[in-house]
């Protein structure tokens, strides 16, 4: 063990296996965690060079490859359920890298255990969940992922042979981006116009069969492939798919909640916006996938930091650990403090999900835009804040944080998407902009209102002048960040107004208004995320060691989002201008409170090596004999001089050497 690093956990003021007992749900849970993501990263078959060191086709292979064993594995461990599952596959096997199977469980499922009817789902989910057919969720076109009810690929309903033509009338029509569908999956759940006696329905799903059960060959009329190259997501074959003119039978349409019947009559669904259900689910795990893509990136710049020794802080001593200078510190903690934020924000997230379905399978439609509305700004929030983060932290690692052997770079184009898939960021803040501007106006007109949105009714008043308040205090932060997420959704409802009443309509005026509908979508995200945080912290069931500097971190993360968005809370004359110097001192004292406490508080995510695959992250911290063994690793090492040497180096040096 690195002595820094040593040092460092000897003189914690907690034990980090309670914090860890309190992020997976006690003992027991975290017990079945580690005895999952062990099982998956000691098993021999999931072995393999560094992915880093192979060609994309390598990689599609590899991840292939393993998403077949980890399905038989499953089965012969028992491992069932979505908790299981995040730690046996997503971060044992997979360390949270895309996979060839990723949209099967992720989208395909959960759409046909969701949109089809008890017939469909004996038809074709026992088969989907046995993997005798692989299947992907194809929404996206290339010419519109954002807008759906601008798809062009249509399924025109023939009442005559009472089936459905599929069909892509354009080249931007073809289906552009879906996971898995360029050469792993043959089904397809596909988005598509529904036309039915030349009359549009809007975007329904159908259940298609793409390429051949017996050669993988793409069925007669269909067009499939992969799009190429990415950011990231190597081992993922995002594909692109088309039509012409290919027809399926009508019950085909996943018709839990819209119908047509086979003389053509449309039977509406209670709201058509349950079609888009399997996104409402994703989003809402989304926001675990970015808490848990930050933590990372947190934990390997936050060891690497104590391990990392340069310059001289004072002439003559020895060089300090990199994680003493505090700017250091402020790149890191509050993003260390935002990992803590976004777990709880994704748990608390998670359970309004499940409750919301359970009413929703009930027949209760009524949570549906709540749930709508807290998921899109969670997941656009959380995301956000991901990129920055990781992006924060491989800076903190020099140019180490540059090199694959950090880890970082992975993690940052892995995840970085979740910023625009399910969803582009923005458009989702937007939708969540909708509901509190529509929940705005219900109170001004005297309605009560329930949820996230109760507070829109009773904005916190201005402090009379002169009050001085501790901003330390998380009630009085708590009713800050309220105070200025009812004060921009109060001001961006006059600013539409005013728009309107200056000759504009109302997509004019929304549009004109759209950056501070963005704003207030985002306290409005922010303020249930702090709320929650401390809401947390409260529970009595918490040890008195792990609150105390969990609190530390929550009141760090609430104070750097009031010093960060400083003018949001002085514009009004809520906060003054000694608040955010408060604020900012506080933020230093809380930086030096935590800095003995940063590698215990990383350690408490509780991700083994394997998983974050990262020399500069070691939990050992012996980094620098691990970076120089992984470069030999690289391909490029397999030899002392590469034949390229020969080929193109060699000749041009002793042409130049004999013109001398
Ligand atoms: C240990 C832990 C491990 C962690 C593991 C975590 C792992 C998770 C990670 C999983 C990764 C999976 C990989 C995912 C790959 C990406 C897949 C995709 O991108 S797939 C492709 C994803 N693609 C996208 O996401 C496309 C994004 N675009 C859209 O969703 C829509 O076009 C739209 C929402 C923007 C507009 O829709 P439009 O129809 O034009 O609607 P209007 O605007 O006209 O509003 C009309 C009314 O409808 C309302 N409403 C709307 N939606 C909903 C809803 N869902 N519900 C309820 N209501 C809704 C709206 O509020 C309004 O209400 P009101 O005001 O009238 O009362
Ligand atoms: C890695 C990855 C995996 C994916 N997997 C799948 C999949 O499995 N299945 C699938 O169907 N799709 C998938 N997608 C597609 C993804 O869902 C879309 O890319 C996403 O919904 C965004 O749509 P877009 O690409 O059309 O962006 P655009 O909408 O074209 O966005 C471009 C810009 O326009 C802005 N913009 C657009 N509309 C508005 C508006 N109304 N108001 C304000 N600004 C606006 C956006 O904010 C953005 O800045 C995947 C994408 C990626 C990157």
Known sequence: MNPDLKKERDGASFDPEKIVNLLYGGPDRVKRKRKLESLALNDPDFQHEDLNFMSREQQYETQLKKSIMVVQKQEKHGIMGPEDSAHYVYNGAFKAMAGPFGLHTSMFLPTLRGQATDEQKDKWLKMAENYAIIGTYAQTEMGHGTFLRGLETTATYDPHTQEFDLHTPTPTGTKWWPGCLGKTSNYCVLMAQLYIHGKSYGPHPFMVQIRSLEDHKPLPGVTVGDIGPKFGYAGNDNGFLRFDHVRIPRDNMLMKYSRVEPDGTYVKPPSSKLAYGTMVQVRSFIVSEAAESLAKAVTIATRYSCVRRQS?????????????????????????????????????????????????????????????????????????????????????????????????????????????????????????????????????????????????????????????????????????????????????????????????????????????????????????????????????????????????????????????????????????????????????????????????????????????????????????????????????????????????????????????
């Open 312 to 660: 001289e802080m004072k002439p003559g001593h020895p060089e300090p650990q990199v994680l003493d200078y505090v700017t250091q510190q402020y790149k890191l903690f509050p993003y260390l403090a935002a990992a803590y934020a976004f777990m709880f924000a994704a748990r608390a997230m998670v359970s309004v999900y499940f409750r919301s379905m359970e009413r929703i399978t009930r027949g209760d439609i009524t949570v549906l835009p709540e749930l709508h509305a807290l998921s899109s700004g969670l997941k656009s929030l959380s995301s956000w804040v991901m990129n920055a983060g990781i992006e924060e932290c491989r800076m903190a690692c020099g140019g180490h944080g540059y090199s694959h052997a950090s880890g970082i770079p992975s993690i940052y184009a892995e995840h970085t998407p979740a910023a625009t898939y399910e969803g582009e960021n923005t458009v989702l803040m937007l939708q969540t902009a909708r509901y509190l501007m529509k929940s705005y106006s219900q109170s001004v007109q005297g309605e009560k209102l329930a949820g996230s949105v109760a507070y829109l009714a009773g904005v916190q008043p201005v402090p009379v002048a002169g009050r001085t308040r501790d901003v330390l205090d998380l009630q009085v932060l708590i009713e800050a960040y309220q105070h200025r997420a009812a004060r921009l959704v109060h001001e961006a409802a006059l600013q539409l107004r005013k728009e309107q009443q200056a000759g504009k309509d109302q997509p004019d005026a929304w549009n004109a208004t759209s950056v501070d509908l963005v704003k207030a979508a985002t306290a409005h995200s922010q303020y249930f995320v702090v709320k929650n945080f401390a809401a947390r912290l409260a529970d009595p069931a918490v040890d008195s060691s792990v609150r105390a500097v969990l609190t530390s971190l929550c009141q760090l993360h609430a104070l750097h989002g009031v010093v960060n968005n400083s003018g949001d809370f002085l514009e009004d004359g809520y906060m003054t201008g000694t608040d955010i110097r408060q604020a900012r001192r506080h933020i230093n004292a809380l930086m030096a409170k935590l800095r003995p406490d940063a590698v215990a508080l990383v350690d408490a995510f509780d991700y083994p090596d394997g998983i974050l695959n990262s020399i500069l992250g070691r939990y050992d911290g012996n980094v620098y004999e691990h970076l120089l063994e992984w470069a030999k690793a690289s391909p490029l090492n397999k030899t002392d001089v590469h034949q390229s040497y020969h080929k193109y180096l060699k000749p041009f040096l002793q042409a130049n050497r004999a013109k001398l």
